[in-house]
T-cell receptor
């Protein structure tokens, strides 16, 4: 079954404690992306990757890092989380960015206290 | 910032009424995609339009794009409670092919 898998689904952490949200897809997609969703603001892109070792900033990259060492995985790293990073995060992948449908993960609800 | 604007932000309807959400861009979009996100769920792809003036229909859903490919609309006829959710449009940012999402329209259907 074609899918994008994110882990964890829920996470509560404290300010400053590094965390990683994993994302994996089984469709051999080259394009992967991270979004955060906040009430009234829709889906805002954090980072995206066009292929292995190729990443670029989206609209709201501050406070986040990503890596793309393998085609299937695209982890999101928060080196020093802050309360304003409390949000719902989605990973997505597609064969062709913007030209073919994007598949989204189930989402990770992060709370930073 | 986001270059794709959606209105309205919320829409309450009685079951059986029609619903329309609008998507507008300041620049011509090479294509427009629509997604639906159920409450507590993740966005799921609905449809994509590529050609100017294109109209696509799926059961009670009608999606169209303007001749200049700067605006699009999604229309649901005779809403049902299963239509509840947030509808997003997405299109490539000006000068690139990276998709940007509108803020979405949340549809609330009252039985």
């Amino acid at each position: 079954e074609a899918q994008v898998t994110q882990n964890p689904r829920y996470l509560i952490t404290v300010t400053g404690k590094k965390l990683t949200v994993t994302c994996s897809q089984n469709m051999n997609h080259e394009y992967m992306s991270w979004y955060r969703q906040d009430p009234g603001l829709g889906l805002r892109q954090i980072y995206y990757s066009m292929n292995v070792e190729v990443t670029d900033k989206g609209d709201v990259p501050e406070g986040y890092k990503v890596s793309r060492k393998e085609k299937r995985n695209f982890p999101l790293i928060l080196e020093s989380p802050s309360p304003n990073q409390t949000s719902l995060y989605f990973c997505a992948s597609s064969f062709n960015p913007g030209g073919t449908e994007a598949f989204f993960g189930q989402g990770t609800r992060l709370t930073v206290v | 910032g986001q270059q794709v604007m959606q209105i309205p932000q919320y829409q309450h309807v009685q079951e059986g009424e029609d619903f329309t959400t609008y998507c507008n861009s300041s620049t011509t979009l090479s294509n427009i995609q629509w997604y639906k996100q159920r409450p507590g769920g993740h966005p799921v792809f609905l449809i994509q339009l590529v050609k100017s003036g294109e109209v696509k229909k799926q059961k009670r859903l009608t999606i169209q794009v303007g001749e200049a490919k700067k605006n699009s609309s999604l229309h649901i006829t005779a809403t049902q409670t299963t239509d509840v959710g947030t509808y997003f449009c997405a299109g490539p940012k000006g000068g690139s092919y990276i998709p940007t999402f509108g803020r979405g329209t949340s549809l609330i259907v009252h039985p």
